[in-house]
Protein backbone atom coordinates (compact mmCIF):
# COMPACT_ATOMS: atom_id res chain seq x y z
CA UNK A 1 0.00 0.00 0.00
CA UNK A 2 1.80 3.49 -1.45
CA UNK A 3 0.64 6.07 1.13
CA UNK A 4 0.54 9.35 -0.64
CA UNK A 5 2.16 12.84 0.38
CA UNK A 6 -0.63 14.80 2.23
CA UNK A 7 -0.76 18.69 0.72
CA UNK A 8 -1.80 21.14 2.74
CA UNK A 9 -3.06 24.56 1.78
CA UNK A 10 -1.23 26.94 -0.36
CA UNK A 11 0.12 23.59 -2.39
CA UNK A 12 2.80 22.54 -0.32
CA UNK A 13 3.09 19.17 -0.13
CA UNK A 14 4.05 17.64 3.18
CA UNK A 15 5.60 13.95 3.68
CA UNK A 16 3.57 11.80 6.14
CA UNK A 17 5.67 10.29 9.28
CA UNK A 18 5.72 6.91 7.02
CA UNK A 19 7.40 7.99 3.91
CA UNK A 20 9.72 10.18 6.23
CA UNK A 21 10.50 6.74 8.14
CA UNK A 22 10.91 4.52 5.02
CA UNK A 23 13.45 7.31 3.47
CA UNK A 24 15.63 7.10 6.88
CA UNK A 25 15.79 3.55 6.72
CA UNK A 26 17.04 3.62 2.71
CA UNK A 27 19.44 6.25 3.60
CA UNK A 28 20.82 3.97 6.39
CA UNK A 29 20.82 0.98 4.77
CA UNK A 30 23.24 2.19 1.86
CA UNK A 31 25.46 4.14 4.69
CA UNK A 32 25.93 0.84 6.18
CA UNK A 33 26.22 -1.13 3.06
CA UNK A 34 29.24 1.39 1.94
CA UNK A 35 30.80 1.40 5.11
CA UNK A 36 30.89 -2.59 5.04
CA UNK A 37 32.56 -2.68 2.00
CA UNK A 38 35.21 0.14 3.19
CA UNK A 39 36.01 -1.78 6.22
CA UNK A 40 36.28 -5.35 4.63
CA UNK A 41 38.31 -3.74 2.29
CA UNK A 42 40.52 -2.21 4.99
CA UNK A 43 40.52 -5.39 7.21
CA UNK A 44 41.72 -7.70 3.88
CA UNK A 45 44.62 -4.88 3.30
CA UNK A 46 45.47 -4.68 7.18
CA UNK A 47 45.32 -8.80 7.32
CA UNK A 48 47.57 -8.86 3.88
CA UNK A 49 50.56 -6.01 5.77
CA UNK A 50 50.14 -8.33 9.01
CA UNK A 51 50.99 -11.58 7.34
CA UNK A 52 53.81 -10.15 5.50
CA UNK A 53 55.05 -8.14 8.57
CA UNK A 54 54.59 -11.61 10.57
CA UNK A 55 56.25 -13.44 8.15
CA UNK A 56 59.54 -11.09 8.03
CA UNK A 57 59.46 -11.32 12.30
CA UNK A 58 59.74 -15.03 12.32
CA UNK A 59 62.78 -14.78 9.91
CA UNK A 60 64.24 -12.21 11.75
CA UNK A 61 63.62 -14.06 15.38
CA UNK A 62 65.14 -17.35 13.99
CA UNK A 63 68.13 -15.97 12.58
CA UNK A 64 68.70 -13.95 15.48
CA UNK A 65 68.22 -16.73 17.68
CA UNK A 66 70.83 -19.09 16.40
CA UNK A 67 73.17 -16.30 15.33
CA UNK A 68 73.42 -15.44 19.04
CA UNK A 69 73.23 -19.31 20.38
CA UNK A 70 76.16 -19.88 17.86
CA UNK A 71 78.58 -17.26 19.51
CA UNK A 72 77.22 -18.28 22.86
CA UNK A 73 80.47 -19.17 25.27
CA UNK A 74 77.99 -21.66 26.80
CA UNK A 75 76.60 -23.65 23.64
CA UNK A 76 78.23 -26.86 23.13
CA UNK A 77 80.72 -27.88 20.17
CA UNK A 78 78.09 -30.27 18.57
CA UNK A 79 75.61 -27.29 18.63
CA UNK A 80 77.83 -24.86 17.62
CA UNK A 81 78.80 -27.28 14.71
CA UNK A 82 74.93 -27.91 13.95
CA UNK A 83 74.43 -24.48 13.71
CA UNK A 84 77.50 -23.27 10.93
CA UNK A 85 77.39 -23.19 7.67
CA UNK A 86 79.32 -26.54 6.84
CA UNK A 87 79.79 -26.98 10.16
CA UNK A 88 81.54 -30.46 10.32
CA UNK A 89 84.62 -29.09 8.34
CA UNK A 90 85.21 -26.26 11.24
CA UNK A 91 84.71 -29.04 13.99
CA UNK A 92 88.23 -28.94 14.75
CA UNK A 93 88.39 -24.97 15.57
CA UNK A 94 84.86 -24.92 17.51
CA UNK A 95 86.09 -27.84 19.49
CA UNK A 96 89.77 -26.37 20.21
CA UNK A 97 88.02 -22.84 21.26
CA UNK A 98 85.10 -24.98 23.44
CA UNK A 99 89.05 -24.87 26.13
CA UNK A 100 89.76 -21.03 25.76
CA UNK A 101 88.15 -19.01 28.41
CA UNK A 102 87.83 -16.08 25.88
CA UNK A 103 85.41 -18.08 23.97
CA UNK A 104 83.46 -19.40 27.09
CA UNK A 105 82.95 -15.62 27.94
CA UNK A 106 82.04 -14.84 24.53
CA UNK A 107 78.50 -14.02 23.21
CA UNK A 108 77.03 -11.84 20.51
CA UNK A 109 74.03 -9.67 20.08
CA UNK A 110 71.66 -9.22 16.68
CA UNK A 111 71.11 -5.94 15.99
CA UNK A 112 69.49 -5.52 12.81
CA UNK A 113 68.36 -8.68 10.40
CA UNK A 114 67.50 -8.10 6.58
CA UNK A 115 66.09 -10.66 4.88
CA UNK A 116 67.35 -10.81 1.02
CA UNK A 117 65.87 -13.83 -0.02
CA UNK A 118 64.15 -16.82 1.30
CA UNK A 119 67.04 -18.18 2.39
CA UNK A 120 69.29 -15.72 2.86
CA UNK A 121 69.94 -12.95 5.18
CA UNK A 122 72.15 -10.29 5.75
CA UNK A 123 73.04 -9.73 10.00
CA UNK A 124 74.60 -7.03 11.93
CA UNK A 125 75.78 -8.25 15.45
CA UNK A 126 77.95 -6.82 17.93
CA UNK A 127 80.53 -9.26 19.69
CA UNK A 128 80.61 -9.09 23.38
CA UNK A 129 83.31 -10.71 25.81
CA UNK A 130 81.73 -10.90 29.55
CA UNK A 131 79.05 -9.05 28.29
CA UNK A 132 80.93 -5.89 27.21
CA UNK A 133 80.82 -5.00 23.59
CA UNK A 134 84.12 -5.79 22.07
CA UNK A 135 83.45 -5.76 18.33
CA UNK A 136 80.52 -3.30 17.27
CA UNK A 137 78.47 -3.36 13.97
CA UNK A 138 80.24 -6.85 12.50
CA UNK A 139 78.75 -7.57 9.39
CA UNK A 140 77.52 -10.82 8.44
CA UNK A 141 75.49 -13.77 7.15
CA UNK A 142 72.50 -16.35 7.67
CA UNK A 143 71.79 -19.43 5.17
CA UNK A 144 68.39 -20.95 5.66
CA UNK A 145 69.43 -24.90 5.38
CA UNK A 146 66.85 -27.32 5.26
CA UNK A 147 64.86 -24.93 7.66
CA UNK A 148 67.02 -24.44 10.15
CA UNK A 149 68.83 -20.77 10.12
CA UNK A 150 72.85 -21.02 10.21
CA UNK A 151 75.61 -18.45 10.56
CA UNK A 152 77.71 -18.33 7.34
CA UNK A 153 80.87 -19.77 7.14
CA UNK A 154 81.89 -16.75 5.78
CA UNK A 155 80.92 -14.65 8.74
CA UNK A 156 82.83 -17.60 11.28
CA UNK A 157 85.99 -16.87 8.74
CA UNK A 158 85.70 -13.55 8.63
CA UNK A 159 85.93 -13.28 12.87
CA UNK A 160 88.65 -16.15 12.69
CA UNK A 161 90.88 -13.84 10.31
CA UNK A 162 90.69 -11.11 12.49
CA UNK A 163 92.21 -13.04 15.27
CA UNK A 164 94.82 -14.09 12.78
CA UNK A 165 93.81 -17.49 13.26
CA UNK A 166 91.78 -18.33 9.87
CA UNK A 167 92.21 -22.25 9.16
CA UNK A 168 92.70 -23.84 5.45
CA UNK A 169 89.16 -24.10 5.18
CA UNK A 170 88.05 -20.51 5.27
CA UNK A 171 90.24 -20.52 1.35
CA UNK A 172 88.23 -23.73 0.23
CA UNK A 173 84.99 -21.91 1.76
CA UNK A 174 84.92 -18.79 0.34
CA UNK A 175 86.80 -20.35 -3.26
CA UNK A 176 89.60 -17.64 -2.43
CA UNK A 177 92.15 -17.56 -0.30
CA UNK A 178 91.08 -15.80 3.16
CA UNK A 179 92.94 -12.44 3.49
CA UNK A 180 94.31 -13.41 6.71
CA UNK A 181 95.47 -10.08 8.93
CA UNK A 182 99.79 -10.79 9.51
CA UNK A 183 100.45 -10.11 13.23
CA UNK A 184 101.86 -7.55 14.20
CA UNK A 185 106.04 -7.53 14.39
CA UNK A 186 106.60 -9.39 17.74
CA UNK A 187 103.49 -10.97 17.94
CA UNK A 188 102.92 -14.69 18.85
CA UNK A 189 101.01 -16.77 16.34
CA UNK A 190 97.48 -17.62 17.70
CA UNK A 191 96.43 -20.93 18.02
CA UNK A 192 92.91 -21.61 16.32
CA UNK A 193 89.88 -19.95 17.86
CA UNK A 194 92.22 -17.65 20.16
CA UNK A 195 93.29 -13.83 19.55
CA UNK A 196 97.31 -13.06 18.63
CA UNK A 197 98.77 -12.32 21.36
CA UNK A 198 100.55 -8.92 21.12
CA UNK A 199 104.36 -7.98 22.97
CA UNK A 200 104.24 -5.73 25.40
CA UNK A 201 104.39 -2.02 24.48
CA UNK A 202 108.18 -0.76 25.10
CA UNK A 203 108.65 3.48 26.38
Do not use: Y
Given at each position: ????????????????????????????????????????????????????????????????????????????????????????????????????????SASAKVTNVASISTDHADV????????????????????????????????????????????????????????????????????????????????
Amino acid sequence: MITEPTVTEGGRIMFNRGIAAKMLAACALTALVAAAAACGSDDSDGKSAESSSSGAQTVTQAVSRNFERFFDGSTSADQKIALLENGPAFAAVIKAQADSPMAESASAKVTNVASISTDHADVTFDVLFNGTPALSGQQGGAVQIEGTWKVTAATFCALLTLEGAAPPVCGAASGTPSPAAPPASGATPAAPGNPTILPAPTS
